[in-house]
């Protein structure tokens, strides 16, 4: 079964520094991976995914993750925070069906809170 | 609706209560995932169904639990017998199944007093 550890409970930055949230996965095979963020008061919403391919993915607001396989290991990356950024981030590791298929279980990490100081 | 709608927002309840908690996928969305939030405790997942399949229940904490998806569609978690652990934020997601994606819903924030 697969699992996620995000070792960063809390971590606050200050705005305009970069920012990297660190998660590792526990998977027999090559996982699905995923990013997500909760804002305050609001739903969960997907900041990119790593399915296969380049390893280094980009996605929304200018947020970047890179698989590691021998570390496994999906980092989330910025290089200047804002302050709107100050949310939840949760990372998440899906299985692969045996015929290659679409994720089934969605397990998630239990998040890292960021702040983001003026 | 375009999104995952999920209700009631809110729910306080007495201990030893049933509750039902409804969850509307998105339309065509084959997947639908339950998932549980407490505070510091992360994402919970609960159950998964997908398409006609047997529903993945590995996740439900006890049998005081259930869940079932009518008609490839809306889904209903029933916690029998509420405990005050149960208090959280019951979060309802679903995904096309091949591109992975979770919509999540707003969630149902369950109180029991």
């Known amino acids: 079964a697969q699992s996620v550890t995000q070792p960063d409970i809390h971590i606050t930055v200050s705005e305009g520094a970069s920012l990297e949230l660190r998660c590792n996965y526990s998977y027999g095979a090559t996982p699905y991976l995923f990013w997500y963020v909760q804002s305050p008061g609001q739903g969960l919403q997907l900041l990119l995914k790593?399915?296969?391919?380049?390893?280094l993915v980009q996605g929304i607001k200018g947020f970047e993750a890179e698989f590691k396989r021998s570390q496994s290991s999906f980092n989330l990356r910025k290089p200047s925070v804002h302050w709107s950024d100050a949310a939840e981030y949760f990372c998440?590791?899906?299985?692969?069906?045996?015929?290659?298929?679409?994720?089934?279980?969605?397990?998630f990490g239990t998040g890292t809170l960021l702040a983001v100081q003026p | 609706g375009a999104g995952v709608s999920q209700s009631p927002s809110n729910k306080v309840t007495e201990k030893g209560k049933d509750v039902e908690l409804r969850c509307d996928p998105i339309s065509g969305h084959t997947a639908l995932y339950w998932y549980r939030q407490s505070l510091g405790q992360g994402l919970e997942f609960l159950i998964y169904?997908?398409?006609?399949?047997?529903?993945?229940k590995s996740g439900l904490p006890s049998d005081r639990f259930s869940a079932e998806r009518t008609g490839g569609s809306v889904s209903t978690l029933t916690i029998q017998r509420t405990q005050q652990e149960d208090s959280a934020v019951y979060l309802c997601a679903s995904s096309l199944g091949i591109a992975g994606e979770l919509f999540f819903g707003e969630g149902s924030r369950l109180t029991v007093l």
């Open positions: 998440a590791v899906g299985a692969r069906l045996n015929y290659g298929g679409a994720t089934n279980k969605l397990i």
């Open positions: 169904f997908q398409g006609n399949s047997a529903p993945d």
């Open positions: 790593y399915f296969s391919g380049d390893t």
